[in-house]
């Protein structure tokens, strides 16, 4: 059986295949003081439902993307070392961690071995080496389980409902902050809530559009 997610508190999206979402974690002693419910979702699925494409699909943009990640690794001063390919497949440590109900520290720790060590969570062996480092040696058995595998199409689709469409995202207040370098706004509106009722940010935040909608 799964469990839908409770909106109504504060939330945290992830998939361990972007590095960005392994430096905002870095920087958790930086965030809100909320307890944030830490969900994994499946972010290529993110993108199909919305249309989108990945930044890995379009080579400059891939390289661009590797660049920035280590820049801002170096600038903030998180140790980052990228796993031997990338993208890769994310699927096996987010099941173990769907299986886990992994907090704060277990995420980090699957961050960690992926992005601090440069680790491949997709093989075989690196799998197991991560259930090793995790404490779950039964995580290859648990993670062909297909309440767990429902768990995670549950999240990623309640996730789609609310309007996240990438990863990371905080769901803080009803509103979606996403992106590492969204950390100073959410940091803000936690702080000032009032803000994103002014009436400045109410009149962009219904902005129509200025182009014609494309008909069938």
């Not at 170096?74 to 990228?82: F, H, S, T």
């Not at 690196?126 to 993670?143: K, Q, S, T, Y």
Request: with cysteine.
């Amino acid at each position: 059986m799964t469990v839908g997610i409770d909106a109504r508190q504060p939330l945290w999206f992830y998939d361990f295949v972007s590095p960005f979402t392994y430096l905002l974690l870095e920087q958790h002693d930086k965030w809100p003081g909320f307890d944030f419910a830490f969900t994994p979702v499946v972010l290529t699925d993110l993108y199909h439902h919305w249309g989108q494409r990945s930044a890995y699909g379009i080579p400059s943009r891939r390289t661009f993307t590797y660049r920035h990640a280590l820049f801002r690794a170096e600038q903030l001063g998180i140790p980052y070392k990228m796993p031997p390919a990338h993208p890769f497949d994310s699927m096996k440590p987010l099941l173990l961690a769907t299986a886990a109900k992994g907090d704060v520290n277990f995420v980090r720790e699957v961050f960690r071995f992926i992005w601090r060590e440069g680790r491949d969570p997709s093989s075989e062996a690196g799998f197991a080496a991560l259930c090793e480092r995790v404490g779950m040696r039964d995580g290859p058995a648990l993670i062909e389980s297909e309440e767990v595998k429902a768990q995670l199409q549950r999240n990623t689709a309640d996730a789609i409902g609310l309007g996240v469409y990438g990863v990371p995202t905080f769901r803080l207040n009803d509103q979606l902050f996403w992106g590492e370098d969204a950390l100073p706004m959410v940091l803000y509106c936690a702080r000032t809530p009032n803000w994103l009722e002014s009436k400045e940010v109410k009149r962009i935040s219904s902005l129509p559009s200025g182009l014609a909608s494309k008909k069938p």
